[in-house]
Structure formats: structure tokens, C-alpha cells
């Protein structure tokens, strides 16, 4: 099968890591790609780097005729060249134009729209007839997003697919612990080691954590607290003052970008994901997971739906330190539990948010909607 992926992402963001994830699997299984991507952004590195076919081009983002005019032939061309079957876009920007292109190529490709966005669709006709007329399936990154979606719209239930986001699970797996890395921030053989990974970001609750760490260490003085972040966010200043008038600078790090990410998180007992927004995808808990860590996360996004509370980690409330903090100290008190939860996590991610699975679960999708076109 051959298709077209348009990732027109400005940053590599889980929307991103999801569609591109899709596009790798597509090419190892023997699937034609080529991708539509925004110029020098980390999409196209990657492409670039895996040896992927490109187009580059705003074209979708920025709305200059001209630049319309040229990518829609040039979009044509393609389709009716490459002989291309699917279109799948991640994105809303530009889709009426690639909408438009599909329907008016000889080819006709079936058009298929990924849905993994915070933003609520817009609940309006020009919408509903772009879902309804010009889209031949949907697959959304969630149930969260599914229902928000076909409420929206008045969709029936059965017209989107859920197809969550996969983890690489040759590169996240559990490795013995680099002990080194243990020393590097003080923590003993027996204190606990948790940590938040992700962008500096409101959304993603950081202060929620750096408060309901100081709750922990009156109970538990030797735990450590890890947040991989880089360094020159406009918003690292403000966690890093907080941390400071909390007195936890020698408890509480920061760790910048770091190279051997995988080892770090091997070296943490436990995955923190304290978002009080977002989360669409929450490609991060999946990781976790993967590299056997439970997770404690909140009710946002998909979160609740792939962690399960109890089983895999603790679900708690969002904005609420001492949830995090009650969650933090059972599994801390309770270590074979903690244990049980990660092996049980690592399974989950193997049977269920693996990338084969993922991509085969999406050729499905492509097969039936090339079966049941809109025109």
C-alpha cells in the first residue's frame, strides 16, 4: 500500500512522535511512505535520517496562494505518479486543501484523518461536512478524544477508531541500573528514586510534584527527586525558585537534556506524570511502563486509559500535590508492589501498545476505508 503522511507539526511533540512512529512501522513493513513535512523541523531531520521520502513545504501552514496553488499540482503529481491509496493527515491545517487534491487526482486516494489534539474541532457545518463528505475514516489517539470529537459533530459512535500511540520497545525496556547514575544524584541502594519527564510547560504540572515532594521526604529524607527537562525553557526558572524556597536543592534535580535518557529512566523507581492538561497521546506513560516503572498519573488526556489505576500505577486528581504524595508514599512503603505494578505495566505495553500492533491496526483503517470511499 502505498501512502502519503502529512506531518506539518511546528515541534516534535507526542502528535508528531505519533505520526511519525506510524510512518516508520509503514516502511518496515514494507508499505510505500512518503511524507509531508514542515522545512527544517524535527520531523524532516528524522526523515532525513531514516532515509524517508520528504516533501517540504509551509504551503499548509501559512495559506500563501502561491504557495497553495504549487503544493496542490505538486500534490497531485504525486498521488497520480507514486500511485498513492491513502492520505493520512495528523493535522487540521491545510486539510481541505489535500481533501480537495484527493478528490480531483485520477487516482482518487482514500483520505484519512488522525485526530490527536488538545483543541476541540471547531462545532460548525464547514466542519461536519469536512468529516462526514470528504473524510473516509478517523482515528483518534484516545477515547477522550473520540467522544469529544463526535459529540462535537454529532457523529455516530462507530465513525472514528481509537488507535492509541505505540512505544519502540527495543529502545524502552528494562536494563540493569547504572549505578553511576544512582550516585550522581546521591541516592542510596534502598531510597526511592522518582522522576517527571517532559517539556517545562504549565500543562504539565511540574509544581504539583516539587510540592508534594517536600510531603514525602518528611516521611522519606533520602528519596530523590529527578525532573528531565531541558534547562533553557523560559519556564525552568520558575520551578527551579520553587524547588529553592522549598529547600529541597539537594533532593529535588533538574537534570537537563541528557544522551543516555533510556539509562535514567532505568535508574528511577517510579514515573511521575502530573499533567493538568493535554495528554492526547501521553506517549511518556507509555515508556514509563515499558521500561517496567508504574506510574502515577492523573485523570487527564488518555492517561486513565492506559495506565490502570491499580494495576499499572495509581491514578489521582489533577492539581493535587497531596494525592501525588499519598500515591507516592504507598508505593514507597509498599516496593513489591511497586515492583508487581511495573511488571505488570511492561506486559500491558508489550500485548497491547506495541508498533507492530499499531501499524497493523491502522492498515485495517486503510483497508476499510479504501472499501467504502466517499465518492
Same mark, same amino acid.
Given at each position: 500500500?502505498?501512502?502519503?503522511?502529512?506531518?506539518?507539526?511546528?515541534?516534535?511533540?507526542?502528535?508528531?512522535?505519533?505520526?511519525?512512529?506510524?510512518? =516508520?512501522?509503514?516502511?518496515?513493513?514494507?508499505h510505500g511512505v512518503t511524507l509531508i513535512v514542515l522545512p527544517d523541523k524535527a520531523v524532516a531531520e528524522k526523515a532525513k535520517r531514516d532515509d524517508i521520502p520528504t516533501i517540504e513545504t509551509w504551503a499548509l501552514n501559512r495559506f500563501n496562494p502561491?504557495?497553495?496553488?504549487?503544493?496542490?499540482?505538486?500534490?497531485?503529481?504525486?498521488?497520480?505518479?507514486?500511485?498513492?491509496?491513502?492520505?493520512?493527515?495528523?493535522?487540521?491545517?491545510?486539510?481541505?486543501?489535500?481533501?480537495?487534491?484527493?478528490?480531483?487526482?485520477?487516482?482518487?486516494?482514500?483520505?484519512?484523518?488522525?485526530?490527536?489534539d488538545q483543541r476541540q474541532v471547531r462545532k460548525d457545518l464547514f466542519n461536519r461536512f469536512i468529516y462526514t463528505r470528504l473524510t473516509d475514516a478517523i482515528i483518534t489517539s484516545g477515547e477522550v478524544v473520540k467522544r469529544g470529537l463526535v459529540s462535537?459533530?454529532?457523529?455516530?459512535?462507530?465513525?472514528?477508531?481509537?488507535?492509541?500511540?505505540?512505544?519502540?520497545?527495543?529502545?524502552?525496556?528494562?536494563?540493569?541500573?547504572?549505578?553511576?547514575?544512582?550516585?550522581?544524584?546521591?541516592?542510596?541502594?534502598?531510597?526511592?528514586?522518582?522522576?517527571?519527564?517532559?517539556?517545562?510547560?504549565?500543562?504539565?504540572?511540574?509544581?504539583?510534584?516539587?510540592?508534594?515532594?517536600?510531603?514525602?521526604?518528611?516521611?522519606?529524607?533520602?528519596?530523590?527527586?529527578?525532573?528531565?527537562?531541558?534547562?533553557?525553557?523560559?519556564?525552568?526558572?520558575?520551578?527551579?525558585?520553587?524547588?529553592?524556597?522549598?529547600?529541597?536543592?539537594?533532593?529535588?534535580?533538574?537534570?537537563?537534556?541528557?544522551?543516555?535518557?533510556?539509562?535514567?529512566?532505568?535508574?528511577?523507581?517510579?514515573?511521575?506524570?502530573?499533567?493538568?492538561?493535554?495528554?492526547?497521546?501521553?506517549?511518556?506513560?507509555?515508556?514509563?511502563?515499558?521500561?517496567?516503572?508504574?506510574?502515577?498519573?492523573?485523570?487527564?488526556?488518555?492517561?486513565?486509559?492506559?495506565?490502570?489505576?491499580?494495576?499499572?500505577?495509581?491514578?489521582?486528581?489533577?492539581?493535587?500535590?497531596?494525592?501525588?504524595?499519598?500515591?507516592?508514599?504507598?508505593?514507597?512503603?509498599?516496593?513489591?508492589?511497586?515492583?508487581?505494578?511495573?511488571? =505488570?505495566?511492561?506486559?500491558?505495553?508489550?500485548?497491547?501498545?506495541?508498533?507492530?500492533?499499531?501499524?497493523?491496526?491502522?492498515?485495517?483503517?486503510?483497508?476499510?476505508?479504501?472499501?467504502?470511499?466517499?465518492?
Amino acid at each position: 500500500m502505498n501512502t502519503i503522511q502529512i506531518i506539518n507539526a511546528k515541534w516534535w511533540n507526542a502528535e508528531a512522535a505519533y505520526a511519525y512512529a506510524l510512518a =516508520r512501522g509503514l516502511v518496515k513493513s514494507g508499505h510505500g511512505v512518503t511524507l509531508i513535512v514542515l522545512p527544517d523541523k524535527a520531523v524532516a531531520e528524522k526523515a532525513k535520517r531514516d532515509d524517508i521520502p520528504t516533501i517540504e513545504t509551509w504551503a499548509l501552514n501559512r495559506f500563501n496562494p502561491l504557495e497553495v496553488v504549487s503544493f496542490f499540482f505538486t500534490l497531485l503529481k504525486i498521488i497520480n505518479k507514486k500511485e498513492i491509496d491513502v492520505i493520512n493527515c495528523h493535522r487540521s491545517d491545510g486539510y481541505p486543501i489535500v481533501a480537495l487534491a484527493a478528490r480531483l487526482s485520477g487516482r482518487k486516494p482514500a483520505l484519512v484523518r488522525t485526530r490527536g489534539d488538545q483543541r476541540q474541532v471547531r462545532k460548525d457545518l464547514f466542519n461536519r461536512f469536512i468529516y462526514t463528505r470528504l473524510t473516509d475514516a478517523i482515528i483518534t489517539s484516545g477515547e477522550v478524544v473520540k467522544r469529544g470529537l463526535v459529540s462535537r459533530l454529532g457523529l455516530n459512535g462507530s465513525a472514528a477508531k481509537v488507535i492509541y500511540s505505540a512505544v519502540d520497545t527495543g529502545k524502552f525496556s528494562p536494563r540493569p541500573v547504572d549505578d553511576s547514575i544512582r550516585k550522581e544524584f546521591g541516592v542510596s541502594e534502598e531510597a526511592p528514586l522518582i522522576a517527571i519527564l517532559g517539556r517545562v510547560s504549565e500543562v504539565k504540572g511540574h509544581r504539583y510534584l516539587i510540592d508534594a515532594a517536600k510531603s514525602v521526604l518528611n516521611d522519606f529524607p533520602g528519596a530523590r527527586f529527578l525532573a528531565i527537562v531541558k534547562e533553557e525553557d523560559p519556564n525552568f526558572p520558575i520551578l527551579e525558585k520553587q524547588v529553592s524556597e522549598l529547600g529541597m536543592g539537594d533532593k529535588f534535580f533538574f537534570t537537563g537534556f541528557r544522551e543516555d535518557l533510556v539509562d535514567l529512566m532505568a535508574a528511577c523507581d517510579i514515573g511521575v506524570v502530573s499533567s493538568i492538561g493535554s495528554e492526547t497521546n501521553c506517549r511518556v506513560a507509555l515508556e514509563w511502563m515499558a521500561m517496567g516503572k508504574p506510574v502515577i498519573g492523573t485523570t487527564i488526556g488518555v492517561i486513565p486509559e492506559v495506565v490502570v489505576d491499580g494495576e499499572t500505577g495509581l491514578i489521582v486528581p489533577p492539581k493535587d500535590h497531596l494525592a501525588i504524595a499519598s500515591a507516592l508514599l504507598k508505593l514507597i512503603k509498599d516496593r513489591n508492589l511497586a515492583i508487581e505494578m511495573g511488571k =505488570r505495566g511492561k506486559k500491558l505495553v508489550e500485548d497491547r501498545y506495541n508498533e507492530p500492533l499499531f501499524t497493523s491496526d491502522t492498515l485495517k483503517v486503510y483497508t476499510e476505508a479504501l472499501s467504502k470511499k466517499n465518492y
